[in-house]
């Protein structure tokens, strides 16, 4: 089906519990075929425009409206599999309206074997008849093939796992694996990049450039933007602004709007021309640097009001001296089921030791981070643990923040004042320190974007006296301005 454009937007506005005002008198239309970025600060508003197109948030002023008959599918931050499924029942549970024909279709096959009328015989020849032209128009025939294909691409866990134990990763790969089997005429991705390994980060850049439907996508991953977008959209104090190009030219065009506007800093507009001319010089010399250059991405996304102007500023406390041990690991071995995560894994990490942990979706890393704070136990090996060790854990599920909570009370635990490190501070000053300001520290768990909860988890664990950090996917969803500053606090942590 031809249409103009596959999604509109008409003064769309968006107001939280308490009045915040997110989204403000936004009009966009979508182009078929379109690959959009969706750039902003955490709390934005990125994730609620995905909602609304979605169809799952429709608390909003305005309008906003699919194309006739056009399919959407979303792919959220946290995605959620059916737990009593397999991977492939969850994969295929996706496809819906095509199983469901199909199947249909394959009964109506096998009663012509059976001792039937003639014209219960032609019933059946026309209903066929109809299955067969609704399955031609989605092109269905050959779904399980395509399924096969889709789960070997993404290294789906085996088919037949239960989906209980898999890791972030490989659920994130399991959901997106059923998202895309469902062909959808409009694909939101919120985040898709989180949690997966390099491998699956660079297949899944290679499948939405060949995607012929319309995608819309936020995340904070500069590099998989530059490969992928062929439009930005920035959120900027509530308004959409779309840009047509990929990220590296999107910086082109914000600075001249910067300086149309007049708005800008010095500070500014120096990190904006520096990143400019990084991007217009030769390919060859942008290659080796990519990723670090477009990860370097500063504070252009800075409002220029006082709210935003205040820079996060990440507080990681030191605990007491560390001794001679902190980890100790010997012959350690872990599986689930019949699958080995690792055996035979022996090391030490020493005093001030700073430990990258890499590896494929599922390979035990998360595992392995829970077996060090004792959430679970090795099959075999042993692990010895400093006696003057403070743990600190943060996780990458962020599951343990209570959504009817408000920002300060799961940040400050309902004290006006807390113990950092060796000194008291005020709990509000504290969390401003994690940007969030005034009314947003009055904001409920449950209205948060993804890396807002992020920031309140950060807030929450680094607050303690802790000598020994381990994190398990810290930069999930975070703004560029709060990796800058948790980078910063990491590079300080005397731990």
């Known amino acids: 089906m031809s249409v103009q454009y596959v999604y509109t937007i008409q003064q769309l506005k968006k107001i939280w519990p308490g009045g915040k005002e997110v989204l403000k008198d936004i009009n ?27 169809g799952i948030d429709k608390e909003f002023n305005g309008e906003a409206w699919a194309a006739e008959g056009l399919k959407i599918g979303y792919l959220s931050q946290e995605p959620k599999l059916d737990k009593k499924l397999s991977v492939l029942e969850n994969v295929m549970s996706g496809l819906g309206e095509a199983k ?30 109809e299955l067969q032209e609704k399955i031609d128009a989605i092109d269905a025939w ?29 659920i994130r790969r399991v959901a997106l694996c059923k998202l895309l089997l469902s062909s959808p005429d409009i694909l939101l991705l ?7 390994d390099a491998e699956t980060v660079s297949w899944l850049q290679r499948y939405l450039h060949d995607f012929k439907n319309t995608v819309i996508t936020v995340t904070h991953d500069r590099y998989f933007l530059d490969e992928v977008a062929g439009w930005i959209l920035e959120i900027d104090r509530g308004q959409g602004i779309p840009y047509k190009g990929n990220y590296s030219g999107w910086l082109e065009q914000k600075e001249k709007r910067l300086e149309v506007e007049g708005k800008a800093e010095l500070s500014r507009k120096k990190t904006l021309s520096d990143e400019l001319e990084w991007v217009r010089s030769a390919p060859k010399a942008r290659q080796a640097k990519s990723k670090a ?10 409002k220029n009001n006082e709210k935003l102007d205040q820079i996060t500023k990440i507080i990681i406390p030191s605990g007491p001296r560390l001794g001679n041990i902190v980890i100790e690991s010997k012959n350690l071995k872990k599986s689930f089921d019949d699958k080995l995560l690792f055996e035979n894994l022996t090391f030490n990490l020493p005093p001030a030791g700073i430990v990258g942990v890499i590896g494929a979706n599922g390979a035990g890393k998360t595992t392995l981070f829970k077996l060090l704070t004792g959430a679970e136990n090795p099959d075999n090996g042993e692990i010895r643990i400093g006696e003057t060790v403070k743990l600190g854990y943060v996780d990458q599920s962020r599951d343990h923040l209570e959504d009817t909570k408000t920002v300060w009370e799961e940040i400050s635990g309902g004290l006006d004042e807390l113990e950092i490190g060796s000194r008291k501070m005020n709990s509000r000053a504290y969390a ?38 381990l994190l398990d996917e810290p930069t999930n969803d975070l703004d560029v301005e709060a990796l800058r500053s948790l980078e910063n606090a990491l590079l300080e942590f005397a731990g």
Not at 102 to 129: P, V
Not at 435 to 453: M, P, W, Y
């Open 142 to 170: 050959d779904i399980e093939r395509k399924a096969e294909i889709a789960m070997d691409a993404l290294r789906l866990p085996s088919s037949n796992s239960s989906v209980v134990n898999l890791s972030g990763g490989e």
């Open 190 to 196: 919120d985040e898709p990049t989180n949690h997966l």
């Open 28 to 54: 966009l239309s979508f182009l078929p075929g379109a690959k959009i970025g969706v750039l902003g600060i955490n709390g934005s508003g990125k994730s609620t425009l995905l909602k609304i197109i979605a």
């Open 293 to 302: 250059r477009l990860n370097s991405y500063d504070e252009l996304f800075k």
């Open 432 to 469: 401003g320190f994690f940007n969030f300001k005034s009314t947003d520290q009055q904001k409920r768990i449950s209205q948060l974007s993804g890396g807002e909860r992020n920031r309140v988890h950060l807030a929450k664990v680094l607050k303690t006296d802790c000598n020994l950090l």
């Open 100 to 129: 469901e024909l199909l199947d249909e279709f394959n009964i109506i096959s096998s009663k012509f074997a059976e001792d039937i009328t003639e014209d219960e015989m032609n019933e059946l020849i026309i209903k066929q008849g």
